[in-house]
């Protein structure tokens, strides 16, 4: 049976059922904080839909959001690393459902099926990847490509082609001002290839916006592709 999480869709049936052990994902809440940076990991997370927000917080009360789990992944891979806390906040920025495993859970299955953890280091090893290419991305490249990289990628984990994006999130995604946000969501809109929706935006031409958006956007996804192939 398929979880609909490539993660534990990956792993053998035996370890991926001892996860999660007849639980239904449920919905996080939105706006919702499932941890801060140094607390203990009661779980990990396994999103089928949607997204959890990795925020780094400055001492300055600034925020940027380094990276966000979607289908791809799982949230709280320090666990899997033996590393107990969080190494950063996580939050709810879009309509998210996910599997919680208790830690406990996650620790006796590791235990039991060696699998678990050879793939959390795969992973944690992508997400290091991924992380570089972020901030290669937020250094050298235009936030209108930006822009369209992340709403694709939130389309992706969505399975959906309307993806709410507040600008408040949208300005944590990107690192950059609310107003600057707005000029991207307009120049986006003016090429035709999303439509403004009551909540985010609507992709009306996916490949259109492909071909806007920076590499990152496909070099991303394949390193997710080849840790799962
Ligand atoms: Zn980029």
């Avoid at 959890?52 to 949230?75: H, K, M, N």
């Avoid at 620790?107 to 959390?120: K, M, N, P, T």
Wanted: hydrophobic letters at 45%.
């Amino acid at each position: 049976m398929r979880s609909g999480n490539r993660f534990l869709d990956a792993l053998p049936a035996a370890a991926a059922q001892a996860l999660i052990a007849g639980d239904e994902p449920r919905e996080l809440p939105f706006g919702s904080t499932l941890v801060r940076r140094d607390e203990k990991l009661r779980a990990i997370h396994f999103p089928v839909s949607g997204a959890i927000s990795d925020i780094e917080e400055q001492p300055d009360g600034g925020a940027a959001e380094t990276a966000a789990v979607g289908p791809e992944g799982l949230s709280g891979v320090e666990l899997l690393l033996d590393v107990p806390n969080a190494l950063l906040t996580r939050v709810i920025q879009t309509p998210t459902t996910a599997f919680a495993v208790p830690a406990e859970r996650v620790l006796a299955v590791q235990r039991e099926h060696a699998a678990l953890g050879s793939l959390g280091r795969r992973y944690a090893a992508v997400m290091l990847r991924a992380g570089a290419i972020t901030s290669a991305c937020n250094a050298r490249h235009v936030v209108t490509r930006r822009l369209a990289r992340w709403v694709l990628r939130m389309a992706d984990r969505l399975r959906s082609d309307e993806v709410v994006l507040t600008h408040d999130a949208t300005s944590l995604m990107l690192g950059v001002r609310r107003s600057t946000v707005t000029q991207a969501m307009r120049d986006l809109q003016r090429s035709g290839t999303i439509a403004g929706a009551r909540k985010g935006a609507r992709i009306v031409d996916r490949s259109g916006l492909e071909t806007l958006a920076c590499s990152c956007y496909t070099e991303e996804r394949a390193l997710y592709d080849a840790l799962y192939a």
